[in-house]
């Protein structure tokens, strides 16, 4: 499978990144690019978007991106610092940049951009890889 | 407005908190305990529960002790490591315990365990104290 | 090899901890505590004790406490919060806890605190396994 | 103070990374480079360079960048990932850049590479902005 049959794979199982509206513009080898639009139901205690769905954004990205050369790797530690506020109807667009390629540790990191093209989120992740190929069913 | 009333507050316009099914189990100044289970659309593309799920509930719990002061406070650098995978049915248990308290900036840590008791994340964050007082409507 | 032996043979051949002045006061299986003294050319350019400083002794207990077990184990992921200035002369206490003993992976948390018990700041790290044992030379 | 001195007065008092034997290449707002090399008292328990010594240099080429603009600026959450070993008389290259710049806040990226251009160590750091003007004694 090539970097965007897998994604697409783990896309269709992604039943979460389906609720969160996710779609994918853009993959390669190593890297990902993938746009969603924030709802009123995705709200915190403030009335602006719950940290969890910028978070969870950027951890499907870099999941995708982490994924893509077919091996099978899962996050190990990630952390995310939110540089300005999220409103609904905001569309979000998370780039993820591979860091390090490591045999069993790979590092990324993911920028979140808003519909005006500034910086609302960035992200780090380290994965591990499992070793286990990505396959048909 | 306590501890209790803030946080409850916080639940009542927290949409996304009540789309994850949260509950809240114990308060106190500083301190959350809070739960859910684990839906099947909360699964990633490898079958099992989203990261981004496992990082909401701690960031809520966060949210909510970092809050009970008095003072809002919001969330600029937190991070997670997932420990063992979680699956649909879970039931997640999220405690978040003050590590240090200074004027602007206060540090806490969250654990996440599931219902045999395992550590399933363990997550860290940093607020800003933005001054401003939760009031009543 | 037990873990005091372990960290003993750590501690003769790392010569940046004796650089520190580092102290050896309890190791256990998976734990360590350590103390240093901060001397004047530890400061920074605002004349407290440099980050890099607190930071080296939260990583020393860290490696002593994982690598406590037997097997070989590399820092891959750490992060340091600096909660209080640190000032010459303060002597340093670092105290080693594990979070998560998976089988390739390690979670710890150190927290450092001064003469007068308060913590200075807060360090958590992940360490691969790389399943090579200590052995005497 | 502009940039440049702002960073030679830091580096003055910086009693630490003049022991580290830090040069400074290159600065502008926001922006610094800078290098060292690795000496034998530097090496941890595994005889390569501890963690401390690279953490220590991208701390500093930090403060430096983000110190830079005149305001004093202390570090609040900073974190390393180790990419490879580095080596007794390796060259480090620490480059830190910006990626937010609030008023409160701003968070910077420090990549380190040895003389072979490869990176070794890979930093993200958030600063708090005292509001202190650096000046002239």
Redesign the interface.
Known sequence: MNHREIID?????????Q?LGIEILETAPGYARISMKVR????????IC????S???A??VF?FAS?SYGE?C??????????RPIRVDDILTATSLE??K?K??R?Y?VTICNQKNE?VA?F?G?V?NTGKIWERN
Chains 1, 2, 3, 4 share one sequence.
């Open positions: 794979t783990m896309m269709e199982g992604d039943l979460f990144s609720w009123s139901e995705m709200v915190n205690g403030f009335g719950h940290g969890g769905i978070f969870s954004l951890d499907s999941a994924n099978q899962v996050s190990i530690d990630t952390s995310i610092n939110h540089l860091i390090n490591g069993s540790l590092l990191e910086k960035w780090k380290t591990f």
